[in-house]
């Protein structure tokens, strides 16, 4: 299939292909999961969870287990955020998100192509909850395309992001109509990612320093070891401690 030409998600199905659902557990995943079951037929949904190790929230898999109703592929990276942050004596910023890449979206991707290798089958749908109001960089992805870095002779992906037009409040309203809840942090946090994340807000970074003190303290011992912090206020680094306020 040639990249220019522009199949509707109606036809990818009938031509046989998988769609993968990409689940980290939190609102959007869990809303877009909800979205692909109407849509697709259920022979063609697998459900994806790349696992983050210890800076993930626990209970996160216990979450998406009860609220799908597919097997859940967990896949690993063969490092660890915090391993990594260590070698390279530097964290991940916003305009360079080595751990989205390499521990999500590397072996998401390298699960997807041996799933297809295995099976011989050729199409797949890579079904990611990003949506549009998260932010201006987001607002500006396009929904559905062809992904020319993952096709090749004998692959065709496609990347689908099925609730991008999505406000907030209609997130959390598919949730409810599918009869479920959203993972319990949202009583407090504004989004789900890793428990400390570098686009986390003060308020989810003070909830995660409360509910892991140990974890919490690991990551301010591993600022001080390098000396490279985790944020920056204006154009001078500061210390998480410093940053949220709270000592570990």
């Known amino acids: 299939m040639q990249a220019q030409v522009?199949?509707?998600?109606?036809?990818?199905i009938k031509q046989g292909a998988i769609f993968f659902?990409?689940?980290s557990g939190g609102r959007d995943s869990q809303a877009m999961y909800a979205k692909v079951r109407e849509i697709v037929p259920y022979e063609q949904i697998v459900v994806v969870h790349a696992d983050l190790g210890e800076v993930e929230w626990s209970g996160v898999q216990d979450h998406i287990w009860a609220n799908v109703t597919h097997g859940v592929n967990v896949v690993r990276a063969g490092k660890t955020l915090l391993g990594m942050v260590e070698q390279r004596g530097m964290w991940p910023s916003s305009s360079c998100r080595q751990c989205t890449s390499?521990?999500?979206r590397g072996p998401i991707m390298k699960f997807i192509r041996q799933y297809l290798?295995?099976?011989g089958l050729r199409i797949a749908v890579n079904c990611m909850g990003l949506r549009a109001a998260?932010?201006?960089?987001?607002?500006?992805?396009?929904?559905?395309?062809?992904?020319?870095?993952?096709?090749?002779g004998h692959r065709d992906v496609w990347d689908w992001l099925p609730i991008f037009d999505l406000s907030t409040a209609e997130v959390f309203?598919?949730?409810a109509d599918a009869g479920q809840k959203p993972f319990w942090t949202y009583e407090r946090n504004e989004r789900l990612s890793c428990v400390f994340c570098i686009m986390g807000s003060l308020n989810d970074l003070r909830h995660g320093a409360e509910k892991n003190p140990e974890l919490y303290k690991r990551y301010v011992e591993l600022e001080?070891?390098?000396?490279?912090?985790?944020?920056?206020?204006?154009?001078?680094?500061?210390?998480?401690?410093?940053?949220i306020g709270i000592k570990a």
């Not at 522009?6 to 990818?12: E, G, K, Q, T």
């Not at 998260?134 to 090749?152: D, G, M, Q, V, Y």
């Open 6 to 12: 522009m199949p509707s998600i109606n036809d990818l």
């Open 21 to 23: 659902v990409s689940h």
């Open 102 to 104: 390499d521990l999500k």
């Open 117 to 119: 290798r295995d099976r």
């Open 134 to 152: 998260e932010s201006t960089a987001r607002a500006k992805k396009i929904p559905f395309r062809f992904n020319t870095s993952e096709s090749c």
């Open 173 to 175: 309203q598919v949730i």
């Open 224 to 243: 001080k070891q390098i000396g490279h912090t985790m944020f920056m206020k204006g154009k001078q680094p500061v210390y998480l401690e410093d940053h």
